[in-house]
């Protein structure tokens, strides 16, 4: 009985989290200052390749989800699965509610109130994987590298195994610049998220619904 309370509960927190990490991310493109890392290089693929922007992102999550399966060592059925099952709803949230923030005003806003925006959409982020990474019940699959290396091989530290996992994206928006020349959602708050993504993702853990706990299985 205790076990189904704790996975109802994990999975109330899990649907809470899906919605924030797609409203936050897209109110980070909405405000034109910079993305988060992964969701930067994905607007700039997208762009590259000409495809939109829901699509990318999925296509982009399953390479990812098969990265994470190298990265395990074996082939990890559930985890598969759960990978697929988060980028099918974020990516096209993302781009759906995106187009509401634009419907707002966001990217026309003057330029200080679109830094904090943007600041309040990565701390967004950042509580969403948190909350999520927690729940372990479903994952996406770009944040599930970052957990995997996390766990399985740094001891547990959020901040360099967020940096270490931002190697397939930072190449990404470089090839994409290469290709184009051009650079989208790329700026202060890439660097931001940069610096403080992991850390605030660690904050959040202790403080942010602390009763959720991790239920690491890597």
């Not at 390749?49 to 992102?57: A, Q």
């Not at 957990?147 to 931002?166: D, V």
């Not at 190697?167 to 990404?172: A, D, E, F, R």
Request: positive net charge.
């Amino acid at each position: 009985m205790a076990k189904m309370k704790d996975f109802g509960q994990r999975m109330r927190f899990l649907g809470f989290s899906i919605f924030l990490n797609s409203a936050a991310n897209a109110l980070t493109i909405s405000t034109n200052l910079g993305s988060a890392v992964w969701t930067g290089s994905s607007v700039n693929l997208a762009s590259w390749i000409h495809v939109p922007l829901g699509t990318t992102m999925f296509i982009y999550g399953i390479v990812i989800t098969i990265m994470n399966q190298l990265f395990l060592g074996r082939f990890d059925r559930r985890r598969f699965v759960s990978n697929i099952l988060y980028i099918i709803p974020f990516s096209y949230l993302v781009e759906w509610i995106g187009y509401f923030w634009d419907w707002l005003g966001v990217s026309q806003l003057g330029l200080p109130a679109r830094i904090v925006i943007d600041i309040i959409g990565l701390t967004g982020v950042a509580f969403a994987v948190s909350i999520y990474q927690r729940c372990n019940i479903i994952m996406h699959p770009n944040d599930d590298l970052s957990y995997i290396i996390r766990f399985r091989f740094l001891h547990g530290s959020s901040i360099i195994a967020q940096w270490a996992s931002y190697l397939p994206p930072v190449t990404i928006i470089v090839l994409s610049y290469l290709a184009t020349g051009q650079l989208h959602a790329i700026g202060f708050g890439t660097i931001w998220a940069l610096v403080t993504q992991g850390a605030v993702m660690g904050w959040a853990d202790v403080h942010v619904f602390s009763r959720l706990k991790h239920h690491v299985d890597v």
